[in-house]
C-alpha cells in the first residue's frame, strides 16, 4: 500500500510542528475550558485512536469553532486525517462543522481505500465533540 504524497505531506507537517498542527490539548483547568467540547473514538480492529478537543465562542448569534486541538494514537493515515480535520474545522459554525464528511477527507488526502477507516474515525470525533461541548452548554 503506497500512501500518496498529500497524506505524507499532512503527516510530516505534524510531525515536524506539532503546535503549529494543533496538536496537544486542553485541561479542565485551563481559563475557558467552558468552551470546550471533547470527542475521543477509537477503531479497536486496528488501534488507532482520536481526541479531538473543539473550543467554540458565539460570534454574531452562533457558536464557531475559534479553535481544535487533537491527540491521535496510529497511522500515518489517521494522524493526517486528524490534521486535516483541524484544518477544515476552524471557524466553521457547529452546523457546517457536523456536515463535514469523511468522504471529504478521503478526497483532499486521497486515502487508499484499506485506511478509509481512518476518515471515519475523524468524522465520528467531530460529531461526538459537537454533542458534548451542546451537552455541557444544556447543563449551564
Avoid at 510530516?12 to 475557558?32: F, H, I, M, Q, Y
Amino acid at each position: 500500500m503506497a500512501y500518496s504524497q498529500k497524506v505524507v505531506d499532512k503527516f510530516e507537517e505534524t510531525l515536524n510542528n506539532p503546535e503549529k498542527a494543533s496538536v496537544g490539548r486542553w485541561k479542565p483547568g485551563d481559563e475557558d475550558f467552558h468552551r470546550v467540547g471533547t470527542g475521543i473514538v477509537g477503531a479497536p480492529a486496528c488501534g488507532d485512536v482520536m481526541k479531538l478537543q473543539i473550543k467554540c465562542q458565539n460570534i454574531d448569534g452562533e457558536n464557531r469553532i475559534v479553535d481544535a486541538r487533537f491527540k491521535t494514537y496510529g497511522c500515518g493515515s489517521a494522524i493526517a486525517s486528524s490534521g486535516q480535520l483541524i484544518d477544515m474545522l476552524k471557524g466553521k459554525t457547529l452546523e457546517e462543522a457536523q456536515a463535514i464528511s469523511n468522504q471529504e477527507i478521503v478526497d483532499i488526502l486521497e486515502l487508499p481505500a484499506i485506511k478509509i477507516h481512518c476518515s471515519v474515525l475523524a468524522e465520528e470525533a467531530i460529531h461526538r465533540a459537537i454533542d458534548d461541548f451542546k451537552s455541557l452548554r444544556n447543563n449551564d
